[in-house]
């Protein structure tokens, strides 16, 4: 059940609708539970029995957690917790991979290796409720939230579907308290859950779905675009990533609302960032704070070894996106590229940088190219693949295409609804508006929605 389809819009407004009229908390916490598991099983219903292991496996780990006797023993619980959940998502994210990699190094030395029998199928949304329920544990072992008694509240933490496949990867001190309150319906909230709702499926629809099929041409045999072609596709994907992703937090976000449940921002128009820093504060700003507070910091964070810990940081986050040579690098090249903007922020060449506004375009023009050249290693198939993709972009390429005036329209339309509707959907400025205004807005949305239905595709994270 896709977000961006008739069935799960229907599903989703039945249980709103069913929701607000039950009198009693508890009530509607079944109610989140059992459409939860209901969401999650529609797609691939044995993938539940994961998801029950994993929900009733992790409660246990964290009751033990929150009543062991000393601070050693809550330590050991948490560190076997934590190889559990990653031995999980690595037999079933990374087992391949390793096999095959581990065959091929067999294969230089001279001998003849045979692939064991490894799980090809990813469950659904494992990566994001794997980060999730570390999170969890660990701030259960820290103090900064209480272990949580109640299972139905902690299953519905588990496998909210507004945020369970593609996250945002929520906190427990942000959800928990939230499911534990019997909410009375606010109508200003329901109307911003509906307009987020329609703007992330026009994002995702329009946007992402239709820059999809220019990026799967040109990244499928890279030898044949010119350098413009090579340039203007990678911008198609750039932004095809940031809409799809940001049209899901989107709607996410809206669904949480309609049931009185705020969930975090995630996206904060990444592409004006004028650092790399900056960047991944406005990217997927939940698993970059996740990533600070459960690696960086525990690494030893700014106390020591900066650079070295923004490299692995960064080198895990790209490893945690996929099983792959390409995912390896482009983690590397972010925490390279985080490490040497660190070194130089103390510097006399980093305090002499101007501030005026020619140099924060300049460098936000540089901040987006650099992200987008290693945009080429996230969305290629192989790593040849990737370099294909540089010589193209290099001027090495003899095709004589040109980009389609499509896709430059495609382009210049999500600019255009950046600018005019960016923030918007990341605040609650909707709600200052007029009415008129609010229905034409959402009117012209819905238009746009219907006119590009035909080019839905699954969410680039739905599987992931």
């Given at each position: 059940?896709?977000?961006?389809?008739?069935?799960?819009?229907?599903?989703?407004?039945?249980?709103?609708?069913?929701?607000?009229?039950?009198?009693?908390?508890?009530?509607?916490?079944?109610?989140?539970?059992?459409?939860?598991?209901?969401?999650?099983?529609?797609y691939?219903?044995?993938?539940?029995?994961?998801?029950?292991?994993?929900?009733?496996?992790?409660?246990?780990?964290?009751?033990?957690?929150?009543?062991?006797?000393?601070?050693?023993?809550?330590?050991?619980i948490?560190?076997?917790?934590?190889?559990?959940?990653?031995?999980?998502?690595?037999?079933?994210?990374?087992?391949?991979?390793?096999?095959?990699?581990?065959?091929?190094?067999?294969?230089?030395?001279?001998?003849?290796?045979?692939?064991?029998?490894?799980?090809?199928?990813?469950?659904?949304?494992?990566?994001?409720?794997?980060?999730?329920?570390i999170?969890?544990?660990?701030?259960?072992?820290?103090?900064?939230?209480?272990?949580?008694?109640?299972f139905?509240?902690?299953?519905?933490?588990?496998?909210?579907?507004?945020?369970?496949?593609?996250?945002?990867i929520?906190?427990?001190?942000?959800?928990?308290?939230?499911?534990?309150?019997?909410?009375i319906?606010?109508?200003?909230?329901?109307?911003?859950?509906?307009?987020?709702?329609?703007?992330?499926?026009?994002?995702?629809i329009c946007?992402?779905?239709?820059?999809?099929?220019?990026?799967?041409?040109?990244?499928n045999?890279?030898?044949?675009?010119?350098?413009?072609?090579?340039?203007?596709?990678?911008?198609?994907?750039?932004?095809?990533?940031?809409?799809?992703?940001?049209?899901?937090?989107?709607?996410?976000?809206?669904?949480?609302?309609?049931?009185?449940?705020?969930?975090?921002?995630?996206?904060?128009?990444?592409?004006?960032?004028?650092?790399?820093?900056?960047?991944?504060?406005?990217?997927?700003?939940?698993?970059?704070?996740?990533?600070?507070?459960?690696?960086?910091?525990?690494?030893?964070?700014?106390?020591?070894?900066?650079?070295?810990n923004?490299?692995?940081?960064?080198?895990?986050?790209?490893?945690?996106?996929?099983?792959?040579?390409?995912?390896?690098?482009?983690?590397?090249?972010?925490?390279?590229?985080?490490?040497?903007?660190?070194?130089?922020?103390?510097?006399?060449?980093?305090?002499?940088?101007?501030?005026?506004?020619?140099?924060?375009?300049?460098?936000?023009?540089?901040?987006?190219?650099?992200?987008?050249?290693?945009?080429?290693?996230?969305?290629?198939?192989?790593?040849?693949?990737?370099?294909?993709?540089?010589?193209?972009?290099?001027?090495?390429?003899?095709?004589?295409d040109?980009?389609?005036?499509?896709?430059?329209?495609?382009?210049?339309?999500?600019?255009?609804?950046?600018?005019?509707?960016?923030?918007?959907?990341?605040?609650?400025?909707?709600?200052?508006?007029?009415?008129?205004?609010?229905?034409?807005?959402?009117?012209?949305?819905?238009?746009?929605?219907?006119?590009y239905?035909?080019?839905?595709?699954?969410?680039?994270?739905?599987?992931?």
């Open positions: 059940m896709l977000f961006n389809s008739i069935t799960f819009i229907l599903f989703h407004f039945c249980l709103v609708l069913i929701y607000w009229a039950l009198p009693r908390q508890s009530y509607r916490q079944v109610l989140l539970f059992v459409s939860s598991v209901i969401f999650y099983g529609w691939y219903w044995p993938a539940l029995i994961l998801l029950g292991i994993s929900m009733v496996v992790n409660y246990g780990f964290s009751r033990m957690i929150g009543s062991a006797e000393s601070e050693e023993r809550a330590s050991l948490l560190k076997i917790a934590i190889i559990v959940n990653l031995c999980s998502l690595g037999w079933f994210k990374y087992s391949a991979f390793i096999a095959e990699n581990v065959i091929a190094l067999l294969g230089q030395m001279g001998i003849a290796a045979k692939s064991p029998p490894v799980s090809a199928w990813l469950p659904l949304g494992i990566s994001f409720y794997t980060f999730q329920i999170g969890y544990l660990v701030d259960v072992k820290r103090g900064v939230v209480k272990v949580e008694k109640n139905l509240i902690f299953g519905v933490f588990k496998c909210f579907y507004a945020q369970l496949v593609a996250g945002p929520v906190r427990a001190h942000e959800l928990i308290p939230q499911l534990k309150i019997r909410r319906f606010n109508s200003q909230d329901f109307l911003l859950g509906i307009f987020y709702l329609i703007a992330g499926l026009a994002i995702k946007i992402a779905d239709t820059l999809a099929q220019f990026v799967e041409y040109g990244f045999d890279p030898s044949k675009l010119s350098t413009l072609t090579a340039w203007t596709t990678l911008y198609g994907f750039a932004f095809q990533i940031l809409s799809d992703f940001w049209g899901y937090s989107t709607i996410a976000i809206g669904l949480g609302l309609m049931y009185g449940i705020v969930l975090p921002l995630n996206f904060d128009r990444p592409y004006l960032a004028t650092s790399l820093r900056e960047f991944w504060r406005r990217w997927h700003i939940t698993l970059s704070v996740w990533l600070r507070d459960y690696i960086y910091i525990p690494l030893g964070g700014n106390r020591g070894h900066t650079g070295l923004l490299f692995l940081t960064m080198l895990l986050g790209g490893i945690w996106h996929g099983a792959s040579w390409n995912f390896v690098f482009w983690g590397a090249g972010h925490g390279l590229w985080l490490a040497a903007e660190r070194a130089l922020a103390g510097t006399r060449v980093g305090r002499s940088v101007p501030d005026h506004l020619l140099a924060r375009i300049l460098k936000t023009l540089l901040v987006f190219h650099g992200v987008c050249l290693l945009w080429v290693f996230f969305r290629a198939k192989t790593f040849a693949s990737a370099l294909a993709y540089f010589q193209s972009l290099f001027g090495y390429s003899t095709a004589s040109s980009p389609s005036g499509n896709l430059l329209f495609v382009l210049l339309g999500f600019v255009a609804f950046t600018v005019l509707l960016g923030k918007a959907v990341i605040d609650r400025r909707f709600l200052e508006w007029r009415l008129w205004h609010q229905v034409a807005v959402c009117l012209l949305l819905l238009i746009l929605i219907l006119s239905a035909d080019a839905r595709l699954d969410f680039i994270y739905f599987v992931f």
